[in-house]
């Protein structure tokens, strides 16, 4: 589950950390256990993952799910997919899976980088800088 977890993560900028993804996946699997599901399963909710934002679930686009079924090479339609998406939708909602445990957002922040962004120059005016040689 890990490797398809972490090839979807690298096809797809993913939202929410490949750890928590796993611990949303384990018991939607132990419920669902046919192994044809797999990856329609991790597919729905992956897509529940990433438009959950702030407590609400914003509308998933024709985009989103398009990209993800490209990313699992038409291993099932967009039918099936919608229909995963109720049923995993519904566990987490009777589980009360986000109340429990908060969304955990990747950690985008490297170890020892430094805070802040760099500055633009938008001013159009380049930095002028002066020598002054003094040579005697």
């Known amino acids: 589950?890990?490797?398809?977890?972490?090839?979807?993560?690298?096809?797809?900028?993913?939202?929410?950390?490949?750890?928590?993804f796993a611990r949303v996946l384990?018991?939607?699997?132990?419920?669902?256990?046919?192994?044809?599901?797999v990856d329609v399963i991790i597919a729905a909710t992956f897509l529940i993952l990433t438009t959950?934002?702030?407590g609400t679930q914003r509308k998933m686009s024709f985009t989103d799910k398009k990209k993800v079924?490209?990313?699992f090479d038409g291993r099932f339609?967009?039918?099936?997919?919608?229909?995963?998406?109720k049923v995993i939708d519904g566990d987490?909602?009777?589980?009360?899976?986000?109340?429990?445990?908060?969304?955990?957002?990747?950690?985008?922040?490297?170890?020892?980088?430094k805070k802040g962004k760099l500055a633009k120059n938008i001013s159009g005016v380049g930095i002028m800088v002066r020598v002054s040689?003094?040579?005697?």
């Not at 589980?95 to 957002?105: A, C, D, R, V």
């Open 133 to 136: 040689l003094n040579i005697g």
């Open 26 to 37: 384990d018991p939607l699997l132990t419920r669902h256990p046919r192994r044809e599901s």
């Open 52 to 54: 959950f934002k702030e």
């Open 77 to 85: 339609d967009g039918k099936e997919l919608v229909g995963w998406i």
């Open 92 to 113: 987490l909602e009777e589980m009360k899976w986000f109340e429990q445990n908060p969304i955990e957002g990747r950690k985008r922040k490297i170890e020892g980088e």
């Open 1 to 20: 589950m890990s490797k398809e977890i972490s090839q979807l993560c690298t096809k797809i900028e993913c939202p929410v950390s490949q750890s928590y």
């Open 69 to 71: 079924m490209d990313a």
